[in-house]
């Protein structure tokens, strides 16, 4: 196992998240111990470290990992701010009273940290990982505890309430079944929710089947489907915050999908904000539907020969 693997196993062990456990935050750490692909990690040491002269740098002659230099801003905010949560690191330890912008502004590995780092791939370094996270606790779970406090409330038409995990794509879907379906699928009743945490928050697989969407692909499902039963249209619901809207492709691969469904398919892009939509019109899909949820009770239809309804196969 090279050294860089190692920083991943340590990181893992210290109770860094999933997200700082990849090779730039692999690099950030050995570059603040100051451990090469040759050196033990009994040789690790706290020194003040930059970004840029510091740890980048360190990742370039010692590793030959090359970053462009806005790489820089990635490694501040996405591993060593965690870093300092997580409490490996400490931010500016040798200038305590360093203004935030000042260019000596620097990190280094902190001394509990480095204690329990420098008895890695030996037998006592089981024993000394679990002493820290004990002591500081796994940022890992406190991240877990604080996505699980506010939780969204969604109120179904029958009066069941869920609860989704906090964020923008939560609120939206929120909005969707709240704002949406009382305007454009009225009395539609709800056969699939998603969650950012838990894919499949709410499925009604009976009903599914009934209408032919194969079960065993429910986590190829948009994050809301509906089914106007009077109509007889099934609505494919795609929130766009972060993942893309109701593109080419993204159709083409539901139609496969649903192409044994007697129902009459209509496909939404539901946005936050005008903003969010503006980002992605190129992307949308021709005979969809576009909904904002800043906007609720009006729609967008790109193109085609009728206004709202299902697209033609």
């Known amino acids: 196992m090279d050294r860089v693997q190692q920083a991943r196993l340590i990181l893992k062990d210290l109770g860094l998240p999933a997200s700082q456990q990849n090779e730039i935050s692999a690099l950030t750490l050995l570059a603040l111990c100051g451990v090469g692909p040759k050196d033990p990690w009994r040789s690790a040491k706290r020194e003040a470290r930059t970004v840029t002269k510091g740890v980048m740098s360190f990742m370039q002659e010692i590793y030959g990992k090359t970053y462009a230099p806005n790489t820089r801003e990635t490694v501040r905010r996405q591993v060593l ?180 469904s007697p129902a009459g398919c209509v496909y939404v892009s539901a946005f936050p904000d005008m903003a969010e939509f503006r980002r992605h019109t190129r992307e949308i899909a021709w005979e969809t539907e576009v909904w904002i949820a800043e906007l609720p009770d009006h729609m967008i239809h790109y193109n085609g020969d009728k206004f709202f309804g299902p697209r033609k196969r």
């Open 81 to 260: 701010h965690q870093f300092v949560q997580a409490r490996i690191v400490d931010y500016n330890p040798f200038e305590l009273d360093l203004p935030t912008n000042s260019p000596r502004a620097h990190y280094a590995i902190a001394k509990d940290a480095l204690t329990a780092i420098r008895k890695f791939d030996t037998p006592e370094w089981a024993a000394a990982a679990k002493r820290f996270v004990k002591k500081y606790n796994s940022l890992s779970d406190l991240y877990e505890r604080r996505r699980e406090r506010p939780l969204v409330p969604v109120r179904l038409p029958g009066g069941r309430t869920l609860d989704l995990s906090p964020g923008q794509h939560n609120e939206v879907q929120r909005a969707v079944i709240e704002h949406f379906a009382p305007r454009f699928a009225p009395g539609a009743k709800l056969l699939y929710l998603g969650d950012t945490a838990k894919k499949n928050l709410f499925l009604d697989t009976a009903g599914l089947a009934a209408l032919g969407v194969p079960i065993t692909d429910h986590d190829k499902l948009p994050d809301v489907v509906l089914y106007d039963e009077r109509r007889r249209w099934l609505f494919l619901i795609e929130v766009v915050t972060s993942h893309g809207p109701m593109s080419p492709k993204r159709v083409f691969e539901l139609e496969k999908m649903l192409e044994g």
